[in-house]
């Protein structure tokens, strides 16, 4: 079974910037999708960035800019740097890997809190 681990999270001013990590362990990473996604409070869990396993990336447009998702397939790593950290971006952030078939299993990690404060 595949485990994710996020860490990373804390409190942050905003106009800071955060790194987040997540550890993944199973068997074919390497070919698998990654991303993080993110919750609010009272909201629905929204996608924050993906990234292919041939290294395309998609952004919601409320990051775009600010936010870079990145992947080391040696250590079964994915990253998200956020830069420029704004109130708004104040959730709960998952790591998520989908397997590369129509069929394959879609992987959440528990999440790590980044708190954004004015």
């Known amino acids: 079974q595949v485990q994710l681990v996020e860490s990373g999270g804390g409190l942050v001013q905003a106009g800071g910037s955060l790194r987040l990590s997540c550890a993944a362990s199973?068997?074919?990473?390497?070919?698998?999708?990654v991303g993080w996604y993110r919750q609010a409070p009272g909201k629905q869990r929204e996608l924050v960035a993906t990234?292919?396993?041939?290294?395309?990336?998609n952004y919601a447009d409320s990051v775009k800019g600010r936010f870079t998702i990145s992947r080391d397939n040696g250590k079964n790593m994915v990253y998200l740097q956020m830069n420029s950290l704004k109130p708004e971006d104040t959730a709960v952030y998952y790591c998520?890997?989908?397997?590369?078939?129509?069929?394959?299993?879609?992987?959440w990690g528990k999440g790590t809190l980044v708190t954004v404060s004015s």
């Open positions: 998520n890997v989908r397997g590369p078939f129509t069929t394959s299993m879609t992987y």
């Open positions: 199973g068997a074919i990473f390497d070919i698998s999708t």
């Open positions: 990234m292919s396993s041939g290294g395309r990336t």
